[in-house]
Nanobody, 129 residues
Framework: EVQVAESGGGLVQAGGSLRLTCATSGLIFANRVIGWFRQAPGKEREGVSCISSSDGSTYYADSVKGRFAISSDQAKRTVTLEMNNLKAEDAAVYYC??????????????????????WGQGTQVTVSS
C-alpha cells in the first residue's frame, strides 16, 4: 500500500518561512515524481512544485519561483518544500502527491492533477499579515 504523508504546515507571518516535508512509502518503481499542490478556499487545486527522481529536474509555478525550493532525499524517501518570503496568497492546504512510471521521467515542465496517483491528506499553511 502506498502512503503519502505531509508535515510541517502551520501559522507564519507574511515574509516568514516554513518547511513542508512529504514522506512516501510503498512506491514500487524507481521513476517517480513527487509534487506539491495547494488549494485555497474557493479556488481550484493548483500545482506548486515537483521534482523527478529520474534526473532531479524540478518545476515551479510562476507564483512561487524564487521563493520556494524543492529537494528530495531518496534514501529517506522524503521531499521537502522550503517556502520563503511567504505571502498572504500562499495560504492554503498543501498536498503532496506522487506518480510513478516504468520509464524515466525527465525535464519535468509542468504539473497536472490527473497525472498523480497517490495523495496525502494535506497540511494547512496560514499566513498572517
Amino acid at each position: 500500500e502506498v502512503q503519502v504523508a505531509e508535515s510541517g504546515g502551520g501559522l507564519v507571518q507574511a515574509g516568514g518561512s516554513l518547511r513542508l516535508t512529504c514522506a512516501t512509502s510503498g512506491l514500487i518503481f524507481a521513476n517517480r515524481v513527487i509534487g506539491w499542490f495547494r488549494q485555497a478556499p474557493g479556488k481550484e487545486r493548483e500545482g506548486v512544485s515537483c521534482i523527478s527522481s529520474s534526473d532531479g529536474s524540478t518545476y515551479y509555478a510562476d507564483s512561487v519561483k524564487g521563493r520556494f525550493a524543492i529537494s528530495s532525499d531518496q534514501a529517506k524517501r522524503t521531499v521537502t518544500l522550503e517556502m520563503n518570503n511567504l505571502k498572504a496568497e500562499d495560504a492554503a492546504v498543501y498536498y503532496c502527491a506522487a506518480r510513478e512510471l516504468l520509464e524515466p521521467i525527465t525535464n519535468v515542465g509542468g504539473m497536472a492533477l490527473w497525472e498523480y496517483d497517490y495523495w496525502g491528506q494535506g497540511t494547512q499553511v496560514t499566513v498572517s499579515s
